[in-house]
């Protein structure tokens, strides 16, 4: 609905037991946008993700896509709503092949053609994946799993891709073609909420960034800006903990 925000979260806390793991967050994505959410090890960045794509409770707080609340709904509703998951350690179904992975991406979508082109679309981006498209998914190398993670969560055709470290266990290489890729879906249109510890190609890529630490907020603001302020988002990285 109109001017809504894509994605707005406010005030969330998520608790695991005893430990918070999420403190008062409040966030924002615009349609088009590309957010990086940034942080070290344990600040809460996967929390955040899970609790967007409702596999994780919060205690406080609401989640808003395009103005409807969805912090209540089941995981396959959510989904349903437009939300792509693209999960760290990328959760591949191993003994299914390349092909199998991405028709998986697609099962709730009825516009038979448009899938077919939007899989020719992917094939396109990642070249890799045509010639692997028989290939079972476990046998693939780390970078390529990680195109196919990506491959399938754009199989959604969603309205915000959630990414979880597009870059995590990969070649350096391999991280510039991932995010050259990324750098055409943003042009593309598409918006994205994605968690990095690579603070230099995640600034070089995002519109805003948010730095989380233990939970909250450090630091947020243009991704230009961000990156003159690298320092101290350095501290805010190792000051966690
Ligand atoms: P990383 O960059 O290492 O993936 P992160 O920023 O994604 O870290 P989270 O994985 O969200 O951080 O973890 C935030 C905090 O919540 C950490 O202290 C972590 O130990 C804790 N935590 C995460 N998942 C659980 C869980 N299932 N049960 C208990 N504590 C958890």
Do not use: C, W
Not at 31 to 47: D, H, S
Not at 81 to 92: D, T, V
Not at 105 to 133: C, N, Q, W, Y
């Amino acid at each position: 609905s109109g001017g809504d925000p894509a994605l707005a979260v406010a005030g969330l806390e998520v608790r695991y037991g005893a430990v918070t793991a999420l403190r008062g967050v409040s966030l924002e994505v615009a349609e088009g946008e590309v957010v990086a959410l940034l942080g070290a090890n344990g600040a809460g960045k996967t929390t955040m993700l899970r609790t967007i794509s409702g596999l994780v409770r919060p205690r406080a707080g609401r989640i808003s896509l395009f103005g409807r609340r969805i912090d209540q709904l089941r995981p396959p509703r959510i989904v349903a709503l437009g939300i792509a998951h693209s999960p760290e350690g990328r959760r591949l179904f191993g003994s299914l092949t390349v092909a199998e992975n991405l028709r998986l991406g697609s099962v709730s979508r009825k516009d038979r053609e448009a899938v077919a082109g939007d899989r020719e679309k992917i094939f396109t981006l990642f070249p890799v994946l045509r010639e692997r498209r028989n290939q079972q998914a476990g046998t693939l190398s780390g970078g390529e799993q990680q195109m196919l993670a990506l491959g399938r969560a754009l199989m959604a055709r969603p309205r915000l891709l959630l990414l979880d470290e597009p870059s995590l266990g990969i070649a350096p290489l391999l991280v510039q073609q991932i995010f050259a890729t990324l750098g055409e879906l943003k042009a593309m249109g598409v918006t994205m909420l994605l968690v990095e510890q690579n603070i230099g190609v995640a600034l070089a890529l995002a519109d805003r960034a948010y730095v989380l630490r233990t939970g909250q907020v450090a630091l947020a603001g243009a991704a230009r800006d961000l990156k003159e302020q690298y320092e101290e988002v350095a501290a805010a990285y190792l000051g966690a903990g």
